[in-house]
């Protein structure tokens, strides 16, 4: 009978399930971009420009600020962004990036130049787009005017060629964009702390469950024991021969 009831409570500790919940909270650091704010690439050579970054929205600070420019993400680039053009923010913005921005290639029925900078003097044409495609833009940077007239503005785009990402620039004379919608800025709320209340019942729900589940266990296991019991023992009487 001892090595049943020791049977018995082996298959209820192995069974009887155990929570393991963690609250996880963000330990990023946010910005908030002001106004006229540039995303550069650094090097030992300096900074050069990538693109403009949208105002109101948010960049991910990775690291420490260096001769007025701090390490960023933004969506799913990085770079550096100038001090004076971020307000760090003690909060999790609810709505961090601009992710919906859209342009259409525009050439008159004729492909368009993607190019790895923001220049047609140099062959840097990475890919080309059909009039009349639509892709994703960050913003703009100032580069080489192709036309005079048309200033030197060109947009910084993402979109998949085949298995690829490629990012790249349009000149703005080749490109339908519309504006950036506006952020509204809002924060994460944090979680709800429970009162001393909340966690009693919490507690007795979450006991009178583990009681239900131990009884079911037992439940399942005892007729199984029992068999086995009745299987393996032998009566004194038949021991002593």
């Known amino acids: 009978m001892k090595k049943l009831c020791i049977l018995l409570i082996f298959c209820v500790l192995a069974l009887s399930p155990c929570s393991t919940d963690t609250a996880k909270a963000s330990t990023l650091t946010y910005a908030l971009i002001k106004e006229d704010a540039v995303l550069y690439h650094g090097d030992a050579g300096g900074y050069s420009a990538v693109t403009s970054l949208p105002k109101n929205y948010f960049v991910v600070v990775t690291g420490e600020e260096t001769e007025g420019y701090v390490p960023v993400s933004y969506l799913d680039i990085e770079g550096f962004v100038a001090s004076q053009k971020l307000e760090f923010v003690d909060y999790e913005p609810k709505y961090k ?25 140099y062959d840097n044409v ?29 947009y910084y785009v993402r979109f998949n060629k085949g298995t690829s990402t490629v990012r790249g620039y349009i000149y703005t004379l080749y490109a339908d964009a519309l504006p950036i919608k506006e952020n509204v800025i809002e924060r994460v ?16 729900e979450q006991s009178y469950s583990d009681v239900r589940e131990i009884v079911i266990i037992v439940s399942l296991c005892l007729p199984v024991l029992v068999v086995m019991y009745l299987i393996f023992h032998r009566p004194e009487n038949e021991q002593r021969r």
């Open 189 to 204: 709320e944090p979680p709800v702390e429970n009162t001393p209340d909340d966690d009693y019942e919490q507690i007795s």
């Open 97 to 121: 990036f601009a992710e919906n921005n859209v342009l259409t290639a525009t050439n008159d029925g004729h492909e368009v130049n993607v190019r790895l900078s923001p220049t047609s003097i």
């Open 126 to 154: 990475i890919a080309e787009l059909e009039s009349g495609d639509s892709v994703y833009y960050y913003g703009k940077v100032n580069g080489q005017a192709q036309v005079g007239a048309l200033g030197d503005e060109w």
